[in-house]
Structure formats: C-alpha cells, structure tokens
C-alpha cells in the first residue's frame, strides 16, 4: 500500500503520518509538502530515516512536478491535507488560498484521473458550513446542512470539497471528504488559539482574546481525528461526506481559561473581533459513528493535559517558530 499524504509537514497531516507509520508499519508513505511558514521538517524528523517513508517538496498546484511524482510513485491512496489553513490569514490575502486550496485539489484530483487511483481523500473543514447561532444549542451541522462559507479560508476549502464531489459524478474518482471540527495537540503552529495561548504563558506574553471571548468551537484531540480518517479512508463509502466532531463544545474564553488554570498564571488581552467572526461550530458526527464505529476517545481535560506537556517538553521545536517574520505577523492577530 503507498500512500501519498499532502502537507504532512504541517499540523494534522503531520500527526497522522506518525499515526499511520506507527499503525502500520508495512505501508510505504510519501510526503509532499510545500514547506510554507506553516510546514516543520522537524514535526517528521522521528520518521526521516524510516526505509517506508519519503519526503518531497512540491507546491501541489504544480502540476508538471505533481503529474512526475504520481508517475514514479503509483499511490494506490492521496490524502489531501495541504492547505492554507489560517482564516486571518485569509481575510489579509486570499490569493494564496484560492491557489493552494483550490488548484492545488484540482490538480491533485487531475493526477488521480489521469495515472488511476484506488482512493482520493480530501481533508476539509466544518467551517464551509459557515456558523451557528450561539442561543439555539439544539443545532448541529449535519452532512446535509447546506455550504455557507464566511471567510475566504472556508469559500476556498468549500470550493474544492465542490470539486471533489464534481471530479466523482463526472469522472467516476473513488473520492471520500471528511469535515473535521476544531483540532488540538502536538506539532501546533503557535498562531492558533490553543498553542498561541500556551506559548504566551510560557513567554510571559498577554493572551489575547477576540471580541469577548464567547465564540464556540468543538474541539477534537488531533489523533482522534486521525483514527476517523483511517477509518474513512479504509472502509469509508466512496463519494460520501463524513462529519467529524468531539461533542465538546467550550466558548474561546473558556478554553483560555482552562490554559491558565494548567499552567498556574497567564493574563487575557481582549482584542477587537475578526471580521465576519464565525460564532458557533457544532458537529453532527452521526454518521461516521453509526457507518464506521467510530467515537472520539480522549476527553479535553485529558487531551489539553497532553498538550501543555507536549509543548512544556518541545519548546525547540515552537521556539523557532517566535523569530523574524512570523514575530511581525502574531503582533496582528490571535487564534484559530
Ligand atoms: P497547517 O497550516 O498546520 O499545515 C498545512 C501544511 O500544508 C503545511 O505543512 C504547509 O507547508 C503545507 N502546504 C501549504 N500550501 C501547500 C502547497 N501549495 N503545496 C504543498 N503543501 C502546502 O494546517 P492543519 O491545521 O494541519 O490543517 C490540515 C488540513 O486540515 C487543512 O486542509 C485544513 O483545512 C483541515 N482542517 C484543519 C482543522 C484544524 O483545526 N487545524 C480542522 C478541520 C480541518
């Protein structure tokens, strides 16, 4: 079995190629990441000299070097992580988003078409659901709620779950999406909410909060994630969608709180909103349960434990992340 896995350098996809290398050790797993701000060789530095795995640098909206790679390794599986994944970042500039999210997906799609493929799993995002209202918590995003992007990070990811689905009904790609809620743990690029606010605490810096702090997420422990993607991408009905989610619901300054509360100090910051700020996440994971057995397993006191430790323990691996650009750029932003 050979598997390609997209932006493995990066957060998710980086975890579950530990995941997938760990649970299966006779599968052959290649890489391709762009090596944006957002990717770390050094998430995949316990797997760089593993005779299974090999890593490639490549922008997947490169066609001529996305079509040699398909070519010369013959994946029987693409996994489809590589994004742009920050949602500020996209309200600064789109352009990047719409090349990356959606020509990278189209031409990852037109490589399966044209060399074959057994499965094409695209990693997508409850966002391109757009919000909930944060007074009815009797609704959920289920599988048929409609799109209804707000950022351009979610227009970009609803648009290639778009193509996804088109590329299966015109062309017959044996392709699976899964839309995940709010993921947390290891190897977390130090500009979301939960990573952000561990490493202020740890660097003495203000935590800071949008608005009032009362937008809710569903927070997932990544490898939670991980097992429902192996799951989907193993036993998953083609050209079916697949809510994830962690039945744990908690308002930004909750989670903020439960930050300081683990690490005994940390100050809040309130900060002027993002614009369009979505305001409830909410998944219906129905589905995947009934269809695939699948269920969350670690709980947010547990997972968010795990966390702080994993960052108390790798402060190399974030540190660097703190330096030159990026020091400039998480002056103007927070969180998620
Ligand atoms: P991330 O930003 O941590 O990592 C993205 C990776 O993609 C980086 O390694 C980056 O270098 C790489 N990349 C970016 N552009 C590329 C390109 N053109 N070609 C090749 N590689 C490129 O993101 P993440 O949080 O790990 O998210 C992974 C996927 O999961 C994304 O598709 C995201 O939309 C989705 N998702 C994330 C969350 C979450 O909470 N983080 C929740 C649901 C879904």
Same mark, same amino acid.
């Given at each position: 079995m050979k598997i390609i896995v997209t932006g493995g350098a990066g957060f998710i996809g980086g975890n579950f190629i530990h995941y997938l290398l760990k649970k299966y050790a006779e599968y052959e797993i290649i890489c391709i990441d762009k090596l944006t701000y957002a990717g770390n060789l050094e998430t995949l530095d316990l797997m760089i000299n593993n005779p299974h795995f090999n890593f490639i640098r490549a922008d997947i909206a490169d066609r001529r070097l996305v079509y040699k790679i398909f070519e010369e390794e013959k994946p029987n599986i693409v996994i489809n992580f590589?994004?742009?994944?920050?949602?500020?970042?996209?309200?600064?500039?789109?352009? &990047?988003? /719409?090349?990356?999210?959606? =020509?990278?997906?189209?031409?990852? %799609?037109?490589?399966?078409?044209?060399?074959?493929?057994? *499965?094409?799993?695209?990693?997508?995002?409850?966002?391109?659901?757009?919000?909930?209202?944060?007074?009815?918590?009797?609704?959920?995003?289920?599988?048929?709620?409609?799109?209804?992007?707000?950022?351009?990070?979610?227009?970009?990811?609803?648009?290639?779950?778009?193509?996804?689905?088109?590329?299966?009904?015109?062309?017959?790609?044996?392709?699976?999406?899964?839309?995940?809620?709010?993921?947390?743990?290891?190897?977390?690029?130090?500009?979301?909410? &939960?990573? /952000?606010?561990?490493?202020? =605490?740890?660097?003495?810096?203000? %935590?800071?909060?949008?608005?009032?702090?009362?937008?809710? *997420?569903?927070?997932?422990?990544?490898?939670?994630?991980?097992?429902?993607?192996?799951?989907?991408?193993?036993?998953?009905?083609?050209?079916?969608?697949?809510?994830?989610?962690?039945?744990?619901?908690?308002?930004?300054?909750?989670?903020?709180?439960?930050?300081?509360?683990?690490?005994?100090?940390?100050?809040i910051e309130y900060v002027k909103d993002r614009a369009g700020h979505d305001r409830r996440y909410a998944i219906d994971s129905t589905k995947i349960e009934n269809e695939l057995g699948w269920y969350p397993a670690i709980e947010f006191n547990d997972g968010i434990k795990r966390t702080i430790q994993w960052y108390l323990n790798n402060r190399q691996w974030w540190e660097k992340f703190n330096s030159g650009e990026n020091k400039k750029y998480y002056k103007s932003l927070n969180t998620l």
């Open positions: 590589a994004a742009e994944s920050h949602v500020d970042r996209s309200i600064e500039d789109p352009a &990047i988003f /719409l090349r990356t999210n959606v =020509v990278g997906t189209q031409v990852l %799609l037109d490589a399966c078409r044209h060399y074959g493929i057994d *499965r094409y799993h695209q990693v997508s995002t409850d966002e391109v659901y757009g919000d909930l209202p944060i007074d009815r918590p009797d609704l959920f995003f289920t599988e048929e709620t409609p799109i209804h992007a707000s950022s351009p990070y979610s227009a970009s990811k609803a648009c290639a779950d778009l193509l996804v689905q088109a590329y299966y009904r015109t062309y017959g790609i044996p392709v699976t999406i899964s839309r995940c809620s709010n993921n947390y743990g290891p190897y977390h690029y130090p500009e979301k909410l &939960i990573p /952000l606010m561990i490493t202020n =605490v740890l660097n003495d810096k203000p %935590l800071p909060v949008y608005g009032t702090g009362e937008n809710v *997420r569903d927070w997932l422990y990544v490898e939670d994630h991980c097992t429902a993607i192996d799951l989907i991408i193993h036993r998953g009905k083609v050209g079916e969608i697949y809510n994830i989610g962690g039945h744990n619901e908690r308002t930004n300054l909750e989670v903020v709180q439960i930050i300081i509360k683990e690490l005994g100090k940390g100050e």
